[in-house]
């Protein structure tokens, strides 16, 4: 008899979109898995919004309070797609409720909701795991795989990362939540920096320390005109100050000794959603950048002198990459929404096996250790321990 596993989701905006897009196709295109999916319940304050969100996603019910969804015993897990003040209250309420939590990035706004959600999730014995979609990227995976290996040798010299956007660029555009510290907790940084930082952590390792750079090229913003909408928040005549950074960047040192150079900004004209990433080892390189999301770039000194070079692998071949079986044939690539689909399948795995799937809100623990580090850094000008 096939389990049934019911999704409660709170938030129905950019993330709820690309979240319920990934618990309707996941069963589609992951039939092996051990559960079948439900779309439960789809929950938002503005009961317009939510009910026409559930209507075009597809759930089966609106509710405009989360804390009924938590309570609702027909809920096998509670998928947190909201602002990053509502993260904690909602996965610790959650965890105690014993639901599977799924939380998008970043964990929470600061190191001490971290560590509560942890100690929740831990007490409760609950699957848990933080929205970091593009460690499963088959390209990432494929270059977590080739590492392990030892395709690059058994030491990593560098690990150089850049998250870049340009949608902040303009100053008229509205001081939307996420340039809001009581809000986001931070800027650029824990919004986009968190990503790399957790590639970072997947591909190369833990980080001991850090020396990082934080900058507000623009300090005030016109305040969203009638409330915000996501993406087409209208600017209205009154202003307020923007209370997050803008643009980071910072050095630090891995536990395995190499060297780490990241940097992330929303202030990147003509970068719409440019992350990319570039590893140097002993023996060989890889580079990745998402523009190219199906590509993986290796440089080997296995090969023979005379034609070393960076080879250019386009992942998706159902033998021998990651996910690849589960999609199209060789060369059919696949997209940023797929990157959900993949994340959704190892976390569905786990809630039915019960047991763990990275990244955990350990992780994102860790993240945020790590964020919090780079901002001790830039504040004090000068090395700081994680
Ligand atoms: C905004 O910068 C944002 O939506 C992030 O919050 C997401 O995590 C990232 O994947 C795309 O950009």
């Not at 023979?304 to 021998?320: N, Q, W, Y």
Request: glycine share 8%; charged share 25%; with cysteine.
């Amino acid at each position: 008899m096939i389990k049934t596993l019911r999704v409660g989701m709170i938030g129905y905006r950019f993330m709820g979109k690309a979240h319920s897009n990934a618990w309707r196709q996941v069963n589609r295109f992951f039939p092996e898995l051990p559960a079948r999916v439900e779309l439960a319940t789809i929950c938002g304050r503005n009961a317009v919004e939510v009910e026409k969100a559930r209507d075009i996603f597809g759930w089966q019910r609106a509710e405009n309070d989360w804390r009924a969804v938590v309570a609702d015993p027909r809920i096998d897990i509670v998928d947190i797609t909201t602002p990053n003040d509502t993260h904690a209250e909602i996965a610790i309420a959650a965890a105690r409720a014993g639901k599977a939590v799924l939380c998008e990035k970043p964990l929470s706004r600061t190191l001490a909701e971290a560590k509560q959600m942890v100690a929740a999730v831990k007490k409760a014995g609950v699957v848990n795991m933080v929205c970091h979609n593009y460690r499963r990227i088959p390209a990432v995976a494929l270059a977590k795989q080739m590492i392990e290996n030892g395709e690059l040798g058994s030491r990593i010299y560098h690990f150089r990362a850049r998250y870049a956007q340009q949608w902040l660029a303009d100053p008229g555009s509205p001081l939307t939540w996420r340039l809001k510290k009581e809000i986001a907790g931070s800027g650029a940084h824990g919004d986009i920096d968190a990503h790399i930082i957790d590639l970072g952590r997947h591909l190369v390792g833990e980080i001991t320390e850090v020396c990082g750079l934080m900058e507000t090229f623009v300090k005030q913003r016109p305040l969203p005109d009638g409330g915000e909408s996501g993406r087409d928040t209208k600017a209205g005549a009154k202003f307020g100050k923007v209370t997050v950074d803008d643009a980071v960047s910072w050095i630090g040192r891995f536990k395995n000794g190499a060297i780490a150079n990241l940097e992330a900004t929303r202030f990147a004209r003509g970068r719409k959603n440019n992350i990319t990433f570039e590893i140097n080892g002993e023996k060989g390189s890889l580079f990745f950048d998402f523009e190219d999301m199906n590509r993986l770039k290796f440089f080997s000194t296995d090969a023979p002198a005379h034609r070393r070079g960076f080879t250019d692998i386009l992942v998706g071949d159902c033998e021998v990459h990651p996910y690849a079986k589960n999609w199209w044939p060789p060369g059919h690539i696949i997209g940023y929404e797929h990157t959900f689909v993949n994340t959704f399948a190892d976390f569905i795995a786990a809630v039915v096996n019960g047991r763990s799937v990275h990244p955990t809100f350990e992780d994102g623990l860790q993240n945020e250790r790590v964020l919090a580090a780079v901002e001790k850094s830039a504040t004090s000008r000068r090395w700081v321990k994680v």
